[in-house]
């Protein structure tokens, strides 16, 4: 079992920058791939990164390309988004999701666990 909590959203500026911070609870975290996801109002959830276990493999969605970076923390059990170049259309609220799969898997429903997420608001 893994518990998630997201933190780091906010309220910025387009062209700024925000890090989002995932911490889990439960010693087998590390075992897990980490992915974020974001759901806009009245838009399905979307995937938006992903790490495998060892941080050796990562994978993005094409919108956030060269924008966002996700990396992780084993020993401190935390998984964080660095976000930068930001838009307004990406404003949304962001989940941290664990799963035990690979980084290639990209939809939401094979991710057992969720965090309760962070809002992020990019003004125009």
């Known amino acids: 079992q893994v518990q998630l909590v997201e933190s780091g959203g906010g309220l910025v500026q387009a062209g700024g920058s925000l890090r989002l911070r995932c911490a889990a609870s439960g010693r087998t975290f590390g075992f897990y791939t980490t992915g974020w996801f974001r759901q806009a109002p009245g838009k399905e959830r979307e995937f938006v990164a992903a790490i495998g276990r060892s941080a050796g493999s990562t994978n993005y969605a094409d919108s956030v390309k060269g924008r966002f970076t996700i990396s992780r923390d084993n020993s401190e059990n935390t998984v964080y988004l660095e976000m930068n170049s930001l838009k307004p259309e990406d404003t949304a609220v962001y989940y941290c999701?664990?799963?035990?799969?690979?980084?290639?898997?990209?939809?939401?429903?094979?991710?057992?666990?969720w965090g309760q997420g962070t809002q992020v608001t990019v003004s125009s």
């Open positions: 999701a664990a799963s035990s799969l690979g980084v290639q898997i990209t939809a939401s429903p094979r991710y057992p666990y």
